[in-house]
């Protein structure tokens, strides 16, 4: 295959893979399952999300990375790995040139393991980006030029705040409250409220049909089906809106807080951009209804979604591999 530039997704809940003139091409939990007995891998993705819960006491299945933080670095390499085999083949005429997304907080030697492993696992030449960079490329905004950009970009493990100028982080900051804390605080908030305990699924299927960040009006309700914690016994119960709200203030506080810390250490030249543009939201979080408004009552700057909050930050690598001179200040290392 012809394949010469990937771009990865390094995700606490999926890993995607971008490829130009494809798009998308995989999209996959970040899970890798390990033989304990001979420390081999035995599956990746969503064949080891499978086994998630179910394996026996010689198989280990985890995430390599956890709240926005790589974990094991050995299982990192065999994970990237299995993706540019599955997206270009175990045979290449040419090795590719990989971009990977790395938390904004990440170490000097953890940025240099990432790169290591890429080219270990057969890239010709491997860069590390910050997420929130990527995901204002990917959201649209001009990161090069010198004006104050915001980008609030949650995920699954971290939600990261980065006010962005000449393409490069001016201020940041990282809770790790993301879409899992959120499923959890409602998984807690039902079992506590109702006597009921759910799964972490519905948890999440909760949130997004009828999750709200402000109280509303006109509340939305659903019927949850669960186990009754005192008889054991199944039980239907029905939620509104509202109720879901309230089960998330704290971790939605969480990130309010993150963001109004960016904004207090942003200088006043690149305040007054903000104010002007607005902020952007990206990543799975930004669906969730309302947060936009929120955010913006809780700081007075407009907030908007960007489009396909879900793809920014692997849609801006394939940007940053369409035009790499273009981005050089915002590459963080090569080899």
Do not use: W
């Not at 990375?65 to 094991?72: C, F, L, S, T």
């Not at 995901?135 to 980008?151: H, L, Q, V, Y």
């Not at 940041?172 to 409250?177: A, G, L, Q």
């Amino acid at each position: 295959m012809f394949m010469k530039k990937i771009g990865i997704d390094l995700g606490t809940a999926n890993i995607l893979v971008f490829i130009p003139q494809k798009g998308i091409v995989a999209n996959e939990p970040s899970v890798v399952a390990v033989s304990l007995d001979n420390n081999k891998i035995l599956a990746v993705g969503n064949e080891a999300k499978e086994m998630l819960g179910k394996t026996p006491e010689n198989i280990s299945a985890s995430r390599p990375v956890k709240d926005g933080v790589i974990a094991d670095y050995r299982i990192t390499e065999a994970m990237i790995r299995y993706f540019i085999n599955k997206v270009g083949g175990k045979i290449r005429f040419f090795k590719p040139e990989v971009i990977i997304s790395v938390p904004a907080g990440i170490t000097s030697t953890e940025r240099r393991a990432v790169i290591d492993a890429a080219l270990q696992a057969g890239a010709k030449a491997a860069y590390v980006v910050k997420e929130p960079i990527l995901a204002a490329i990917g959201a649209g905004i001009p990161i090069n030029t010198p004006f104050g950009n915001m980008i609030i970009d949650i995920g699954g493990g971290t939600s990261e705040v980065a006010v962005i100028s000449l393409g490069g982080i001016v201020a940041f900051s990282s809770v790790r409250v993301g879409g899992d804390k959120l499923d959890k605080a409602i998984y807690e908030y039902i079992k506590k409220k109702h006597g009921v305990a759910i799964g972490e699924r519905n948890a999440e299927e909760i949130k997004i049909k009828i999750g709200s960040a402000i109280r509303e009006k006109d509340e939305v309700s659903m019927d949850i089906r669960g186990r009754d914690l005192v008889t054991g016994l199944p039980k239907t119960i029905k939620i509104n809106s509202n109720e879901i709200t309230e089960a998330l203030q704290d971790e939605l506080g969480e990130i309010i807080r993150a963001v109004k810390n960016v904004l207090q250490d942003t200088p006043p030249e690149l305040s007054s951009d903000v104010i002007d543009r607005g902020m952007v939201l990206s990543g799975g979080g930004a669906l969730l209804r309302n947060l936009d408004v929120l955010l913006s009552q809780a700081t007075g700057v407009p907030c908007y979604v960007a489009d396909d909050p879900l793809l920014c930050v692997v849609r801006g690598t394939g940007k940053v591999l369409d035009d790499l001179d273009t981005y050089r200040r915002s590459i963080i290392s090569k080899k």
